[in-house]
């Protein structure tokens, strides 16, 4: 009789004690991982080999893991304050656009350095260069497939097939038709960016 109320002791102890693991564990991944909110104070500024553009009343957009997380406007010397909580984004890409000036990529970051960083993006970008010279991709990191913008008024092409215009793409080139010619010189086909 004891041996039977010792191992049902026993057996009930085991139970209760795996229930409270499996509570806590529910409690422990119930709960999010509070995270502070970044404040970045930003510099647009004109690349000193392109002059071409301005910096004022700019809209910079923040997107992270694709999704915009925020967006702002310039000030006359290009100075903007962007604000927002991040939520386990892999990466941050910051581009700008306005009057005349099509979506651009300015800059792409995988984490920032503090909770208020300051950070100078440049007009067009910067472009870094592989070991073989060829430009690649702030995003991906990488040249395969990056093409070269060609600027025209009529660079579309209509498709019958399709029954639309199509952009043409040829030897590591693609058009884009526009009256005003860009500042971006490239596109990236994997993230589909200009830069």
């Given at each position: ?93 910051f581009f700008c656009y306005g009057l005349s000036v099509d979506t651009l990529l300015v800059e ?49 092409k209509y498709s019958k097939k399709e029954k639309k215009f199509i952009t043409e793409v040829s030897k590591g080139h693609i058009n884009a038709e ?18």
């Amino acid at each position: 009789m004891k041996l039977n109320h010792y191992i049902e002791n026993k057996i009930r102890m085991r139970l209760t004690f795996f229930i409270l693991i499996f509570l806590l564990t529910a409690v422990i991944v119930s709960f999010k991982v509070a995270t502070n909110p970044i404040k970045i104070t930003g510099h647009l500024k004109l690349n000193p080999k392109d002059t071409s553009s301005y910096v004022g009343g700019m809209t910079i957009i923040l997107k992270g893991d694709n999704k915009i997380l925020t967006q702002t406007f310039t000030d006359k010397k290009g100075n903007f304050e962007l604000t927002f909580t991040p939520n386990a984004e892999k990466s941050f890409n910051f581009f700008c656009y306005g009057l005349s000036v099509d979506t651009l990529l300015v800059e792409s970051v995988k984490t920032f350095e503090s909770d208020n960083p300051e950070m100078n993006f440049y007009i067009p970008a910067s472009r870094k260069k592989n070991s073989r010279g060829n430009t690649i991709c702030p995003i991906c990191n990488k040249a395969d497939k990056i093409l070269i913008i060609d600027y025209g008024m009529f660079a579309s092409k209509y498709s019958k097939k399709e029954k639309k215009f199509i952009t043409e793409v040829s030897k590591g080139h693609i058009n884009a038709e526009t009256c005003i010619v860009g500042i971006a010189s490239f596109f990236c086909e994997r993230d589909k960016v200009k830069f």
